[in-house]
């Protein structure tokens, strides 16, 4: 089975910079980490590998700084990682993102699954995923939270929705978004660095993607833009409602209605 990860490196914090001319996220301007959701991904594809055989590919687009991610995830058991890296791809949001991955899995020879991880600690929207697959025209699950099945034709999963739990058999080729906490990412190894400290890591340009529309990528292709991003305040505040049980449980019912609670 040939598995593609979709990964990204996000800034190692919660503050965002916005370039004020563009609208997009200045996703490079500090340090960076890799996406905490991208590992379950991760493990989730090398825990199928093992089961089915096969081979692991790691593909993300950013800059090459990109490559220490690559190689830390060849210390974990990937294959194989490719860089998606041009000035042309930058600024993009969800739609030319998407497009561009979608793009660089049939440069790389297509896949039988695509994991992406839920969502990205910047971006915050869980629709990347699910966008490549539109592109490639394959169906996907998101929110997956757990494997239950994995056979030569298809693979079944569990999805934790927002009130409902799915269970759902999937034909391949197809792409799941895997929740955070549906396994334990396993710890690089020591030894995997060494013998992978040679290993190639693949750049892909624009030039090298089947369609060279620039309306798809990047900024220019990107219909929507950041205006702000921001930390909601937090703050406590205790009510103390007086009265009779009843006068009471009005007058909460009044509050949380005003404040649109229920």
Known sequence: MKIVVCMKQVPATSKVDIDPETGAMKRMSGETRTNPYDLFALETALAIREKTGGTVSVLTMGPPQA?????DAYTMG????VILSDRKFAGADVLATSYALAQGIQVIGGADLIICGRQT???DTAQVGPAIAEHLT???AAWVAEIMDVNEKSIQVRQDLVSVSQVSEIPYPCLLTIDKDTCVPRLPSYLLKKA???????ILSFEDMPDQDLSRYGLIGSPTSVEKMFAPEESEKQVYLEGTAKEKADKLVALLTGKKII
């Open 196 to 202: 992978t400290a040679d290993r190639p890591v693949r």
């Open 67 to 71: 490559e220490e991610m690559i190689r």
């Open 138 to 140: 394959i169906p996907h």
């Open 78 to 81: 990937a294959d194989e990682g």
């Open 121 to 123: 600690t910047d971006g």
